[in-house]
């Protein structure tokens, strides 16, 4: 009988397929983390062969799974548009030689099953939820790893925060099972900005998760994230949400972050932390071909030469680092996909549906000082563009907004 309910629920319900996807890039994360070198199978190591392993049971949860709609054009445009990134993007790598994982090949699998059997708007906001709750236990069970002594943490310079000091003494940037601060910081704040848009005690515990992921990683991108995604939230909510009745009103919390965001690093930080010399070094690079671009490999030989630092390899910039790597090509493509999501986005918003409109905001903030997706993937990073994405399409491909309003509030 039990089993019956978990198989009717699995036909009924998009939930169990749409999680395992988003949870299968969580727990992939977490085992590189704790196992890096462990190789399992053909000298592959942990956190591949559970990719593998992890999509093969949401292609069996697919399967089962029956649709009660189908998508309008709006995702049809997005999934060929990502797919077009993706083609691109390992093409080049391929006429560079640039070093890819076998996971690469995976990319499009979830486009396929999002493509040919569309997810209700509830299912998705549930494994929304699913993937915000796995990453916040992940980080705290590598929190935990480290009290116990299993794991060490990678110090990554002094958190920078001037009150930090005199109340708890010198404290290292939170990476987490991140690998790094400047990642650790954008997810938060993308939990943080999904905590907006849900309810009750979901959004309590994710906007407070949320901040204390920004806050441990002193993260300045992050921090600019996050305000954005507040911001937009009051701009773009109803004025019951807010207490701001005036629409201009609203849109002043988001012009005041904007202008501090100015002032801050044309008084105190003109190189964006060091930022500005590597956009510099990769226009240079990207100026020697820009066509096809230098690949992988071109930027660690400026690295070797000593025209970028060691920690400058990747260009910090959503579009300076796909035009040096793959040339036009490259930043057409993802121009194209930015363009599409935010035309679906844009358009969802002005039949009555916000949230996407703020994800977007927080996912294109983060992209300015930073680039947080390599597009022959899909990660952690790139998951919060797919749950806007598939917001959007899926609000444009439904007719009955009472559902759809009902699913946003659970």
């Known amino acids: 009988m039990k089993f019956e309910r978990i198989n009717q629920y699995c036909r009924e319900s998009a939930t169990p397929y749409l999680s395992g996807i988003f949870a299968t890039y969580v727990v992939a994360l977490f085992s590189q983390y704790m196992w890096p070198t462990k190789v399992i199978f053909l000298s592959q190591n942990l956190s591949l062969i559970l990719l593998f392993c992890g999509m093969a049971i949401c292609t069996a949860l697919w399967l ?183 629409k201009w009103l609203r849109t002043v919390p988001l012009a005041a972050v904007v202008t501090a965001a100015l002032i801050y690093v044309l008084s105190f930080d003109p190189t964006l932390n060091g930022r500005t010399p590597v956009w510099r070094v990769f226009v240079e690079l990207w100026q020697t071909s820009p066509i096809i671009g230098v690949g992988g490999t071109g930027i660690s030989n400026a690295i070797e030469r000593g025209s970028l630092q060691a920690w400058a390899n990747h260009g910090h910039n959503m579009l300076f680092d796909p035009a040096t790597r793959y040339g036009v090509f490259g930043v057409l493509a993802l121009s194209a996909l930015i363009l599409v999501v935010g035309v679906v986005v844009v358009r969802s918003f002005r039949r009555g549906f916000r949230d996407p409109t703020i994800l977007f905001a927080v996912f ?9 997706v390599d597009w022959r993937y899909v990660g952690i990073h790139a998951v919060p563009l797919i749950l806007t994405a598939i917001l959007a399409a899926i609000w444009l491909s439904e007719h009955d907004k009472q559902i759809q309003q009902a699913a946003v509030r659970l």
């Open 64 to 246: 089962l799974y029956v649709p009660s709609g189908r998508w309008s054009s709006d995702f049809w445009w997005i999934a060929g548009a990502w797919a077009s990134l993706w083609t691109v993007s390992m093409i080049f790598s391929i006429v560079h030689k640039d070093l890819f994982s076998l996971t690469a090949i995976l990319t499009p699998v979830p486009l396929l099953l999002l493509a040919l059997k569309r997810p209700s708007l509830l299912s998705s906001l549930r494994a929304g939820d699913v993937f915000v709750c796995l990453v916040i236990g992940v980080a705290l069970l590598s929190q935990l790893f480290v009290i116990v002594g299993v794991k060490t943490p990678e110090f990554q310079s002094w958190n920078r925060w001037p009150f930090v000091l005199d109340i708890v003494g010198p404290l290292g940037r939170w990476s987490g099972p991140f690998g790094n601060v400047n990642y650790a910081g954008p997810i938060g704040a993308f939990i943080f900005t999904f905590g907006l848009i849900r309810f009750k005690w979901k959004r309590a515990i994710f906007c407070g998760a949320g901040a204390v992921f920004v806050f441990l990683s002193d993260s300045r991108n992050a921090m600019f994230m996050l305000a954005v995604g507040l911001c937009v939230f009051i701009a773009v909510s109803p004025s019951n949400y807010t207490h701001l009745r005036l």
């Open 364 to 372: 294109i903030a983060g992209g300015i000082s930073d680039n947080l």
